[in-house]
């Protein structure tokens, strides 16, 4: 069956240092996946869409990377800020449903970054 | 502030009761989904409208039901109320109809079954 997996353990690192999230998958082969970032009690926003076709994706501080053969996508916080503490999903397009792709959410990993 | 928003805020029923949270999507969005997120469960996804007509649909329960009006906003309904329904609800909007872009959430309606 098709997974998502996220590190479920919270992942503590010192502020100015580059946090490094891990997005593993197994029997999909998605055409991109997406990152989103999670508040508690709050809704997830959108932070960046990565497509099998490009290794690499950056926005200002963030960068993703999308290894298909690996099955495995890398996100990267650098110089990280306490305010960056935050729940991060990774998304994935699953089985398909009445002409659209069922969005698939990994658990996501929580990121705290300490001053 | 996404633009989505959602009411109630917070609700708090009783079991077997129904209940119904809206959800208006940002101006322009054609495209509206549903997702429930319990601690156990995270984020799942529960239905997608597009200009109206239902277009995707994720393992929501026959209890679940839900439509969008012709001036866009959603509703779902949930009814015969479990103590497991008990989740956050999130709407989200996105003017694709399929479901690649971006999607933009709106704050949740906590639901609370008692």
């Known amino acids: 069956s098709q997974k998502i997996e996220q590190n479920s353990e919270a992942l503590n690192i010192q502020e100015g240092k580059t946090a490094t999230l891990t997005c593993n998958y197994t029997?999909?082969?998605?055409?991109?996946l997406q990152w989103y970032r999670q508040d508690p009690g709050r809704g997830p926003v959108f932070l960046l869409l990565i497509r099998e076709n490009e290794k690499e994706k950056r926005k200002e501080r963030l960068k993703v990377t999308f290894d298909t053969t690996l099955k495995q996508s890398l996100f990267h916080i650098t110089a990280s800020q306490p305010a960056d503490s935050a729940t991060y999903l990774c998304?994935?397009?699953?089985?398909?449903?009445?002409?659209?792709?069922?969005?698939?959410f990994g658990r996501g990993t929580s990121l705290i970054v300490h001053p | 502030d996404s633009g989505v928003t959602q009411t109630p805020k917070h609700l708090i029923t009783a079991t077997g009761q129904r209940v119904t949270l809206r959800c208006s999507p940002r101006?322009?969005?054609?495209?509206v989904y549903w997702y429930q997120q319990s601690l156990d469960q995270g984020l799942q996804f529960l239905i997608q409208?597009?200009?109206?007509?239902?277009?995707a649909k994720g393992n929501i329960l026959e209890r679940f039901s839900a439509q969008q009006f012709p001036d866009l906003h959603s509703e779902l309904n949930l009814s015969s109320l479990e103590l497991g329904d008990s989740a956050l609800y999130f709407c989200?909007?996105?003017?694709?109809?399929?479901?690649?872009?971006?999607?933009?959430f709106g704050p949740g309606t906590r639901l609370t079954v008692t």
């Open positions: 998304a994935l397009p699953g089985a398909l449903s009445g002409g659209s792709y069922i969005p698939t």
């Open positions: 409208y597009y200009n109206g007509e239902e277009r």
């Open positions: 101006s322009g969005d054609l495209s």
């Open positions: 029997n999909y082969s998605p055409a991109y």
């Open positions: 989200a909007s996105s003017s694709q109809p399929g479901t690649v872009g971006e999607q933009y």
